[in-house]
């Protein structure tokens, strides 16, 4: 997969960071609550991945 160069809508930009936002307030939740680690360890994965898909990083 190649990276895209094509500048990104500023749109598109406030979205990501509310969803951004979001997750992170989703996974502060999760690991405040009585979760296997597994679960726990799949929503910091998912994390990371938004992260990285933001920044314009893919794997």
Known sequence: MTKQDT???EQDVRMG????????VLLTEIEKEEV?????????ELQ??????NDGRTD
Do not use: G, Q
Not at 17 to 24: A, E, F, L, M
Not at 36 to 44: E, G, K, M, N, V
Not at 48 to 53: T, W
């Open 17 to 24: 960071r509310r969803v951004n936002r979001k997750v992170s």
């Open 7 to 9: 500048p990104v809508a």
């Open 36 to 44: 296997p680690d597994r679960l726990l360890d799949l929503a910091r």
């Open 48 to 53: 990371r991945a938004l992260n990285e898909k």
